[in-house]
T-cell receptor, first 114, second 116 residues
Framework: AQTVTQSQPEMSVQEAETVTLSCTYDTSESDYYLFWYKQPPSRQMILVIRQEAYKQQNATENRFSVNFQKAAKSFSLKISDSQLGDAAMYFCAYRAKYGNKLVFGAGTILRVKS | AAGVIQSPRHLIKEKRETATLKCYPIPRHDTVYWYQQGPGQDPQFLISFYEKMQSDKGSIPDRFSAQQFSDYHSELNMSSLELGDSALYFC???????????????FGPGTRLLVL
């Protein structure tokens, strides 16, 4: 069974600084998808970024980028120029290419200080 | 852009009652997923449907059932409610399998169920 581990229960960052959230996963599949979702206090689940495992290039979406290390099964999220609105719970999630369900990590609470 | 719609947004029930949660996927999306998120927990997959057929099943109690209708909306039926069923229930939708876009699930705002 696939598992996703987020080892940082909570992180803090100063406004305008950069922060990196860690995620590792375990799978025997060779092709899969990885995601970062953001859950603000409203508890809406918002897609932040997506990475296809067969792509070598790291995904980027504006201030959000990932460091995908397939051999190490690591998928970290870097948030640049942090803003107060980035404060939320961040979930790392895995989906097998031919699967249906998302498997989530336990989440990391990100606090942004002004 | 249109998003996933869930109704009701909040629901309060007594133990042993029944509840029905509804989900309307993003237009053109034919795949629906249900997740349960308990307090302080990550979302857990319950069940999914593709083209009105059940495509996968997770840790869904036997007291729960779900279906997808011809217009692709889905309903999650929950019977004999227990205190432990209190949670946030998400519906997500995606395009059908095949292609990177089809692998991305977009979530609705959730239904908060409180069982007293």
């Amino acid at each position: 069974a696939q598992t996703v581990t987020q080892s940082q229960p909570e992180m803090s960052v100063q406004e305008a600084e950069t922060v990196t959230l860690s995620c590792t996963y375990d799978t025997s599949e060779s092709d899969y998808y990885l995601f970062w979702y953001k859950q603000p206090p409203s508890r809406q689940m918002i897609l932040v970024i997506r990475q296809e495992a067969y792509k070598q290039q790291n995904a980027t979406e504006n201030r959000f980028s990932v460091n995908f290390q397939k051999a190490a099964k690591s998928f970290s999220l870097k948030i640049s120029d942090s803003q107060l609105g980035d404060a939320a719970m961040y979930f790392c999630a895995y989906r097998a290419k031919y699967g249906n369900k998302l498997v989530f990590g336990a989440g990391t609470i990100l606090r942004v200080k002004s | 852009a249109a998003g996933v719609i869930q109704s009701p947004r909040h629901l309060i029930k007594e133990k042993r009652e029944t509840a029905t949660l509804k989900c309307y996927p993003i237009p053109r999306h034919d795949t629906v997923y249900w997740y349960q998120q308990g307090p302080g927990q990550d979302p857990q997959f319950l069940i999914s449907f593709y083209e009105k057929m059940q495509s996968d099943k997770g840790s869904i109690p036997d007291r729960f059932s779900a279906q997808q209708f011809s217009d692709y909306h889905s309903e999650l039926n929950m019977s004999s409610l227990e205190l432990g069923d209190s949670a946030l229930y998400f519906c997500a939708s995606s395009l059908g399998p095949g292609g990177a876009e089809g692998e991305t699930q977009y979530f609705g705002p959730g239904t908060r169920l409180l069982v007293l």
